[in-house]
């Protein structure tokens, strides 16, 4: 066999390998005027077309993956993978032209064709969600050393035998010298996006603390729990936060909104724990709407739901919590 480069000139009784769909490969015949063979058989009634060790599945586009934002033409899933995409869903959009000029977004989910194996290296290299499952939990003999691993950084910030980031370098170096974790793992975790926007949190946070906006926004928020007891300022603060976190991220939410919950506590005289507490947990409601967090934009697309579900479930359960967070607060810390 010969690879197909573009200057290959195909001569009388070549024979091309190929994979595609039955119909493409039936309209190929005709148009080249050729013969199908499934190996050496030549295909016909009694031999139709069979797709051996062949099986469909549905692959998720997760945020912060190399073909977020790339053609699916460009993304070359048939040399790369040994994929063939079937069909792409995405809420509220129909595709009916060519498949090969979508711009593929975060969430999208591919029908794709492939063999058993080539399904399971997608899943291995986890630049893809795999959604067939049938997906196993990965067994590996490094396991123990990566848990030992994690349990010491954890242990050694905790007793304050070092701060959290040094252990934490530490613990990344030593599961880099341990074969845990390849660079080529390294470099597929990290997300320019979310470095970028903690890195631009922590900026907004020092500025709302340098120029005195943290104690204006704390003043607003005394403002308007003025005779109320610490209850309802602890309250107000997690419904302040978790109001934010739907619309902005998690981690920006809970940069912006720590120095408010310190400048809270300076004034009332109170404790901070409480305060950075229900920024903690008000910073991690983010059920109602599906830009609040990753995962519920994955689910909306790949669940066909809409904006107005996350609404309709996640705003009872954001009011559930609050409460609950705020009187094991309160209760907590003697408020």
Not at 11 to 20: F, I, N, S, T, W
Not at 67 to 85: K, Q
Not at 187 to 194: C, D, H, M, R, S
Not at 229 to 234: A, C, K, R
Request: aromatic content about 6%.
């Amino acid at each position: 066999y010969l690879t197909p480069l573009p200057d290959v000139v195909l001569q009388a009784g070549d024979k091309l390998v190929v994979h595609d769909k039955p119909e493409s490969l039936r309209e190929y015949k005709q148009v080249l005027g050729g013969k199908l063979y499934s190996g050496d058989q030549p295909v016909d009634e009694d031999h139709p077309l069979k797709a051996e060790d062949q099986q469909s599945a549905e692959v998720v586009i997760s945020p912060g993956s190399r073909l977020e934002g790339a053609r699916l033409g460009d993304a070359r899933l048939d040399t790369t993978y040994n994929l063939i995409v079937l069909a792409i869903h995405r809420a509220g959009v129909e595709f009916v032209s060519d498949l090969q000029d979508v711009v593929l977004q975060a969430g999208d989910v591919l029908l794709v064709q492939g063999s058993q194996e080539d399904l399971a290296q997608v899943r291995n290299r986890g630049e893809l969600l795999v959604l067939d499952g049938s997906s196993e939990l990965p067994h590996t003999k490094k396991a123990p050393i990566a848990l030992g691993i994690m349990a010491g950084i954890v242990v050694t910030a905790a007793f304050g035998v070092m701060p959290i980031a040094v252990a934490s370098m530490a613990g990344f170096v030593l599961l880099l010298a341990t074969q845990c974790i390849s660079w080529r793992h390294v470099g597929t975790a990290l997300n320019a996006q979310i470095i970028l926007l903690i890195v631009a949190s922590l900026a907004l946070g020092k500025a709302l603390m340098r120029t005195g906006g943290a104690d204006y926004l704390a003043e607003v928020l005394l403002f308007a729990t003025s005779g109320m007891t610490p209850i309802y300022v602890v309250g107000a603060m997690m419904l302040f936060m978790a109001l934010l976190t739907n619309v902005v991220s998690n981690n920006a939410a809970a940069v912006i909104g720590t120095p408010i919950a310190i400048s809270v506590a300076q004034h009332l005289a109170l404790p901070y724990e409480p305060f950075i507490l229900a920024v903690l947990f008000g910073a991690n409601l983010s059920f109602a709407t599906p830009m609040a967090y990753q995962t519920n934009l994955l689910v909306m697309n790949a669940g066909g739901y809409r904006f107005n579900d996350f609404v309709r479930v996640g705003v009872p359960l954001i009011v559930m919590m609050l409460i609950i967070l705020t009187v094991v607060l309160v209760r907590l810390y003697d408020l």
